[in-house]
């Protein structure tokens, strides 16, 4: 942890990301015209019902903006095309920093990040790494790969806190799923909401866990929404928008935190 950002963000990884892309994007608009019309539900898998564990961990949500109003235009398929290239994207992502995506929403994600680990300032790298990258490939690759499609282009927001939720697997046996009880997860979802567009917001506590270097891309958020208190001293829980992006994963292998941006 002697770095405030480590090297994951690499020609390596950005090469598997728009590799999958480009294979993806090809797949899958054969795939489409293979469809055929079911009449029930696909098998799911068996997931192990478990009980629930306290941990302390970061919260991501992603969402597109107007995703449902602008999706109204286009055709099923366009709208297919588009999340089955945005969501299985975002999830590689999610997994290359060691994360587990709790919920897809559809034209979103949540996403527990930092849970391999008790070291509140490598979680905290974590998520906010997995935002960046997020925000890098869906500014360069996905909208480009919209735009060479002919298909709406999506803004997005993403928000993330950290601290301490309850994890549990929950529901009947074949019907269950993973959910995180907690004021984490409540205020990135939050976060998420009040984030400027194709922006990160981020909370207090994930703020004060971030290496010393990364304030100087911290600008303090206001929103009359925001109304969280800290617990026990009743002062106000502040927020922030973060504004550091990636450079192209080459120039990021040399960057020195050194210098400017």
Do not use: C
Not at 65 to 79: D, M
Not at 214 to 220: A, F, G, I, R, T
């Amino acid at each position: 942890m002697n770095r405030p950002l480590s090297r994951r963000w690499s020609p390596f990884f950005y090469k598997t990301i728009t590799q999958y892309l480009n294979k993806n994007s090809r797949i899958f608009l054969r795939r489409l015209k293979k469809i055929k019309k079911g009449r029930t539900m696909p098998d799911l898998s068996i997931l192990e019902i478990g009980s629930a564990m306290r941990m302390d961990v970061a919260v991501l949500f992603f969402d597109l903006k107007s995703f449902t109003a602008t999706s109204s235009k286009i055709s099923n398929e366009a709208t297919l095309f588009i999340l089955n290239n945005i969501i299985p994207s975002l999830t590689r992502i999610i997994q290359h920093w060691g994360g587990t995506i709790e919920k897809n929403t559809g034209d979103g994600i949540m996403a527990i990040l930092g849970t391999e680990t008790i070291n509140q300032q490598k979680i905290a790298r974590e998520a906010i790494e997995s935002a960046m990258a997020i925000r890098y490939i869906m500014l360069v690759e996905i909208q480009n790969l919209m735009k060479k499609h002919s298909l709406p282009v999506f803004d997005f927001r993403i928000g993330i806190d950290m601290g301490e939720v309850l994890i549990s697997r929950i529901g009947v046996r074949n019907m269950n799923f993973i959910t995180v009880v907690g004021s984490a997860a409540n205020r990135a979802s939050k976060l998420q909401s009040l984030s400027r567009t194709n922006g990160i917001s981020i909370g207090e506590n994930l703020a004060e866990n971030l290496d010393e270097y990364l304030y100087q891309y911290l600008e303090e958020g206001s929103d009359p929404d925001w109304q969280w208190k800290k617990t026990g001293t009743g002062k106000p829980y502040r927020f922030f928008h973060y504004t550091l992006d990636y450079l192209k994963p080459n120039e990021w292998l040399t960057f020195r935190f050194d210098k400017e941006i």
